[in-house]
Nanobody, 118 residues
Framework: QVQLLESGGGSVQAGGSLTLSCVPSGITTRLLAIGWARQVPGKERELIAMMVLGGNTHYADSVTGRFTLSRDDTDGTVRLQMNSLQPEDTATYYC????????????WGQGTQVTVSS
């Protein structure tokens, strides 16, 4: 099992920045990829950034150039730096990790709210 602990959500004005953190714990040696998704009520969850461990990082078109995903190799913490935030970025953000011997959907954190006001 893998647990994902998220932090860093909050409220910000348009044009501002926030950083979300995700700390994985448990059997992290089985992790294949880790990243973030977001969801707005009434819409499907959208994967916005995913880092393949030992490989590339992929971003959704909606965040490319504004969001940056990074990982601290010392403890596995993953951070999503979000710049130039816009009201349409308002959503609940979820950390997501893909792992060996587990559902392709992966593990999910509890979610953290990001609200961007105009």
């Amino acid at each position: 099992q893998v647990q994902l602990l998220e932090s860093g959500g909050g409220s910000v004005q348009a044009g501002g920045s926030l950083t979300l953190s995700c700390v994985p714990s448990g059997i992290t040696t089985r992790l294949l990829a880790i990243g973030w998704a977001r969801q707005v009520p009434g819409k499907e969850r959208e994967l916005i950034a995913m880092m393949v461990l030992g490989g590339n990082t992929h971003y959704a078109d909606s965040v490319t150039g504004r969001f940056t995903l990074s990982r601290d190799d010392t403890d596995g913490t993953v951070r999503l730096q979000m710049n130039s935030l816009q009201p349409e970025d308002t959503a609940t953000y979820y950390c997501n990790a893909k792992a060996l011997y587990y559902s392709t959907d992966g593990y999910w954190g509890q979610g953290t709210q990001v609200t961007v006001s105009s």
